[in-house]
């Protein structure tokens, strides 16, 4: 897609997404040069580009732009970025000649209002980023932007994100199709047995369910409420023996939700970070799984909790239910542990003892990540990390990574890398965009190359679910993943998380078809979609599957969603997997995942070629994947298959689209001339070499050129 300046009737354009006005585009290396342009429109007497870059402190400055010779309304600046990894933000100030109206609005940062105000009013106007139109273009502005970590930032500022130059992602990891499980609700192995899931921890307030097709629970037991301890009998071993499953879904790479030893059947109450869950099958479980992942070429990353335990652990021991003294019982009784200094215990105004814990949970009591035992047990040469890499694993996704400290995050990169010969994947849960994650008061050190590889895809997830359900337009959508393809370096990007669904969300085809979320469990244990809802549903899925499939990053596909597993938040999204229950409807949608997720292979350009969106309007979207015309990728590898691949699908369930397709000089091109006067393309082209293709409603295309 181009915008033209006849797009917008501002007195002041820049457009960060277009070589015309920022080269290169989007995030680039440390040191590199970027041009800025912006045309100017009125009479003035200067204009400058305002910068400010750093990360937990930022520098600002000015610098005077010049008028391009036979361009009298374009100012153009070159930019040496930072030579240390950071964000860099810019806006542009405009010195308005005296007695002329300049055109802004009279309220401060309004982008709607409609009184305009004269130079003699005030000399200097800004143009800044437009966080409404969030399509690369900005707004007057009457005040500079605001990018300090503890203002509100508005205006924004436009930002360039500067990463290490030797940032640098595994490539098995670019665009690898993921597939995340919840251990407890897969599968069963065939050992598994009654007693040997009752028997592997002794807890009074766990539930255990003898038959696999019953529903969770949401109750407790009525002496502990609800504790999320009941369990299923999901083991290891049962994923294991569901590995040519998981071939026949093409997946490079599975992500497993927590296995440590743990009191609930999440397991985000870590008990013993070395060992297995015995509810799982324990090591001899994980050996045999491990080995059977490393046989069937399927790599597999493991859930890192590390900014909290579990208070029934071995490291803080509150129910007393292991045999060395942990935290708890140091601050209560005085009783030596070598695990007291991970935590921050207090007394409350009733002299009660009390600790620091996530969000307020109990069960949940924060480590300090900054305690130099704790950071040599988690990421030590004898460490949990090195550990588990050691057993098998490839990787960790980290859980709330954006709660962890940078300090932190940076040794643990190095564990990392330096145990896989820097092969391994250090995904981290963040659900905003990560290049400008502000936590604890600062910018995060997320996506500059030395703490993670990537980052859980949630915006991914909002955008395409907001665009399948109808709730935001095709261009939205587009607007949404333009801006962070355009804040996030390409190697991260490349292997961003992308998924619709998880064990922290409710359900794909629940948000795409149902009924709005009711709040409460005992509605939603009920609630699920009737006959039409459901076939629509399926059909919505099969759309954000082939954008899943078709855009940058590694596609994730939630256990279950590939035969249409229904259900609102936690517990509900984490039902058992139904083997032997699969309706018909079930079966063709997971043989339609079957042909959808081996595209991938068929097409290697979809794993790393470039991107460009085509059309983007109304209920469709169009885009293409390309190489260059020596069949090179983004990053300049060699890539076998056809050099373009468009991708277009109708979200629309009554209404046809249809458009004409060509390819021109190694480029390819839509225009909708013959239909409704609108030509998306300014080449000159003859009829003959235009296709007409046609998107029936909830359906999709998937085109090839060589």
Same mark, same amino acid.
């Given at each position: 897609?181009?915008?033209?300046?006849?797009?917008?009737?501002?007195?002041?354009? #820049?457009?960060?997404?277009?070589?015309?006005? %920022?080269?290169?585009?989007?995030?680039?290396?440390?040191?590199?040069?970027?041009?800025?342009?912006?045309?100017?429109?009125? /009479?003035?007497?200067?204009?400058?580009?305002?910068?400010?870059?750093?990360?937990?402190?930022?520098?600002?400055?000015?610098?005077?732009?010049?008028?391009?010779?036979?361009?009298?309304?374009?100012?153009? &600046?070159?930019?040496?970025?930072?030579?240390?990894?950071?964000?860099?933000?810019?806006?542009?100030?405009?010195? @308005?000649?005296?007695?002329?109206?300049?055109?802004? *609005?009279?309220?401060?940062?309004?982008? #709607?209002?409609?009184?305009?105000?004269?130079?003699?009013?005030?000399?200097?106007? $800004?143009?800044?980023?437009?966080?409404?139109? @969030?399509?690369? &273009?900005?707004?007057?502005?009457?005040?500079?932007?605001?990018?300090?970590?503890?203002?509100?930032?508005?205006?924004?500022?436009?930002?360039?994100?500067?990463?290490?130059?030797?940032?640098?992602?595994?490539?098995?990891?670019?665009?690898?199709?993921?597939?995340?499980?919840? /251990?407890? %609700?897969?599968?069963?192995?065939?050992?598994?047995?009654?007693?040997?899931?009752?028997?592997?921890?002794?807890?009074?307030?766990?539930?255990?369910?003898?038959?696999?097709?019953? !529903?969770?629970?949401?109750?407790?037991?009525?002496?502990?409420?609800?504790?999320?301890?009941?369990?299923?009998?999901?083991?290891?071993?049962?994923?294991?023996?569901?590995?040519?499953?998981?071939?026949?879904?093409?997946?490079?790479?599975?992500?497993?939700?927590?296995?440590?030893?743990?009191?609930?059947?999440?397991?985000?109450?870590?008990? !013993?970070?070395?060992? *297995?869950?015995?509810?799982?099958?324990?090591?001899?479980?994980?050996?045999?799984?491990?080995?059977?992942?490393?046989?069937?070429?399927?790599?597999?990353?493991?859930?890192?909790?590390?900014?909290?335990?579990?208070?029934?652990?071995?490291?803080?021991?509150?129910?007393?239910?292991? /045999?060395?003294?942990?935290?708890?019982?140091?601050?209560?009784?005085?009783?030596?542990?070598?695990?007291?200094?991970?935590?921050?215990?207090?007394?409350?105004?009733?002299?009660?003892?009390?600790?620091?814990?996530?969000?307020?949970?109990?069960?949940?009591?924060?480590?300090?990540?900054?305690?130099?035992?704790?950071? !040599?047990?988690?990421?030590?040469?004898?460490?949990?990390?090195?550990?588990?890499?050691?057993?098998?694993?490839?990787?960790?996704?980290?859980?709330?990574?954006?709660?962890?400290?940078?300090?932190?995050?940076?040794?643990?990169?190095?564990?990392?890398?330096?145990? +896989?010969?820097?092969?391994?994947?250090?995904?981290?849960?963040?659900?905003?965009?990560?290049?400008?994650?502000?936590?604890?008061?600062?910018?995060?050190?997320?996506?500059?190359?030395?703490?993670?590889?990537?980052?859980?895809?949630?915006?991914?997830? !909002?955008?395409?679910?907001?665009?399948?359900?109808?709730?935001?337009?095709?261009?939205?959508?587009?607007?949404?993943?333009?801006?962070?393809?355009?804040?996030?370096?390409?190697?991260?990007?490349?292997?961003?998380?992308?998924?619709?669904?998880?064990?922290?969300?409710?359900?794909?085809?629940?948000?795409?078809?149902?009924?709005?979320?009711?709040?409460?469990?005992?509605?939603?244990?009920?609630?699920?979609?009737?006959?039409?809802?459901?076939?629509?549903?399926?059909?919505?899925?099969?759309?954000?599957?082939?954008?899943?499939?078709?855009?940058?990053?590694? *596609?994730?596909?939630? $256990?279950?969603?590939?035969?249409?597993?229904?259900?609102?938040?936690? /517990?509900?999204?984490?039902? +058992?997997?139904?083997?032997?229950?699969?309706?018909?409807?079930?079966?063709?949608?997971?043989?339609?995942?079957?042909?959808?997720?081996?595209?991938?292979?068929?097409?290697?350009?979809?794993?790393?070629?470039?991107?460009?969106?085509?059309?983007?309007?109304?209920?469709?979207?169009?885009?293409?994947?390309?190489?260059?015309?020596?069949?090179?990728?983004?990053?300049?590898?060699?890539?076998?298959?056809?050099?373009?691949?468009?991708?277009?699908?109708?979200?629309?369930?009554?209404?046809?689209?249809?458009?004409?397709?060509?390819?021109?000089?190694?480029?390819?091109?839509?225009?909708?001339?013959?239909?409704?006067?609108?030509?998306?393309?300014?080449?000159?082209?003859?009829?003959?070499?235009?296709?007409?293709?046609?998107?029936?409603?909830?359906?999709?295309?998937?085109?090839?050129?060589?």
């Amino acid at each position: 897609m181009t915008m033209n300046r006849t797009d917008t009737p501002d007195q002041l354009f #820049h457009y960060s997404r277009s070589p015309e006005y %920022r080269f290169p585009f989007g995030a680039v290396a440390a040191g590199t040069s970027v041009e800025l342009a912006i045309d100017v429109y009125l /009479p003035c007497n200067e204009v400058r580009l305002c910068y400010s870059y750093g990360l937990y402190s930022f520098s600002y400055c000015e610098t005077v732009m010049e008028l391009i010779p036979g361009q009298p309304s374009r100012y153009k &600046t070159r930019v040496r970025m930072p030579g240390e990894p950071g964000l860099f933000f810019y806006w542009f100030s405009v010195s @308005a000649s005296n007695g002329q109206s300049s055109g802004v *609005p009279n309220a401060a940062g309004s982008d #709607h209002a409609s009184k305009t105000h004269t130079a003699t009013e005030s000399s200097r106007i $800004y143009y800044v980023m437009s966080r409404h139109k @969030a399509d690369g &273009t900005g707004r007057v502005s009457t005040v500079p932007s605001r990018i300090g970590a503890h203002e509100d930032r508005y205006p924004a500022a436009f930002q360039i994100t500067v990463f290490r130059k030797d940032f640098k992602t595994p490539d098995w990891f670019k665009g690898a199709v993921m597939y995340q499980i919840f /251990p407890d %609700r897969f599968r069963r192995g065939e050992s598994y047995s009654q007693e040997r899931m009752q028997t592997a921890r002794i807890a009074q307030e766990r539930i255990y369910h003898e038959d696999w097709y019953e !529903d969770v629970d949401i109750h407790g037991k009525p002496e502990t409420g609800y504790l999320a301890c009941d369990f299923f009998g999901g083991t290891l071993d049962g994923i294991a023996e569901k590995i040519p499953y998981l071939k026949e879904l093409h997946i490079d790479c599975l992500y497993l939700n927590p296995i440590f030893e743990a009191r609930s059947n999440h397991r985000y109450d870590t008990a !013993d970070y070395m060992s *297995p869950d015995p509810m799982l099958g324990g090591k001899e479980a994980f050996e045999t799984f491990a080995a059977g992942m490393q046989e069937s070429g399927i790599a597999f990353i493991l859930d890192g909790v590390f900014s909290h335990t579990g208070a029934d652990s071995r490291y803080f021991n509150k129910l007393g239910r292991y /045999p060395e003294a942990g935290a708890y019982q140091n601050a209560e009784s005085g009783i030596s542990s070598k695990y007291s200094s991970w935590y921050s215990f207090f007394r409350d105004e009733a002299g009660r003892l009390s600790y620091n814990s996530w969000w307020g949970f109990s069960d949940l009591p924060n480590v300090n990540e900054n305690d130099l035992t704790y950071r !040599d047990y988690i990421v030590g040469d004898e460490g949990v990390i090195k550990s588990w890499l050691g057993r098998g694993a490839n990787g960790f996704r980290l859980d709330v990574s954006d709660e962890l400290p940078d300090s932190f995050l940076r040794e643990l990169r190095i564990a990392v890398k330096e145990s +896989t010969n820097a092969e391994g994947v250090i995904l981290g849960e963040v659900w905003e965009d990560a290049s400008n994650k502000i936590s604890y008061g600062s910018y995060r050190d997320f996506l500059l190359g030395n703490t993670h590889d990537s980052v859980m895809g949630y915006t991914f997830r !909002d955008a395409v679910l907001g665009y399948i359900s109808g709730a935001s337009s095709a261009q939205d959508m587009n607007a949404r993943l333009e801006s962070y393809r355009e804040n996030y370096p390409p190697e991260a990007y490349y292997c961003i998380m992308n998924l619709i669904s998880s064990h922290d969300v409710p359900r794909a085809i629940t948000v795409a078809s149902g009924a709005p979320d009711p709040g409460d469990r005992e509605k939603q244990r009920t609630l699920f979609l009737d006959e039409p809802a459901w076939k629509k549903g399926l059909a919505l899925m099969r759309i954000a599957l082939i954008i899943q499939m078709g855009y940058i990053g590694s *596609p994730c596909i939630y $256990y279950g969603d590939e035969i249409g597993m229904q259900g609102y938040r936690d /517990p509900f999204n984490r039902r +058992t997997y139904p083997w032997d229950r699969l309706e018909a409807s079930q079966k063709e949608h997971l043989d339609f995942y079957r042909e959808a997720t081996g595209l991938r292979r068929q097409y290697p350009v979809l794993r790393t070629g470039a991107y460009r969106t085509l059309f983007a309007k109304n209920n469709v979207y169009i885009f293409e994947r390309f190489l260059t015309p020596d069949g090179l990728d983004f990053f300049g590898n060699a890539c076998v298959g056809p050099r373009h691949v468009v991708i277009a699908v109708n979200r629309s369930d009554s209404e046809p689209f249809r458009f004409l397709l060509g390819s021109e000089k190694n480029s390819i091109f839509i225009s909708l001339e013959t239909e409704t006067g609108e030509c998306l393309t300014e080449q000159s082209v003859t009829q003959n070499t235009l296709k007409t293709v046609h998107l029936s409603p909830l359906q999709y295309q998937i085109l090839t050129f060589e």
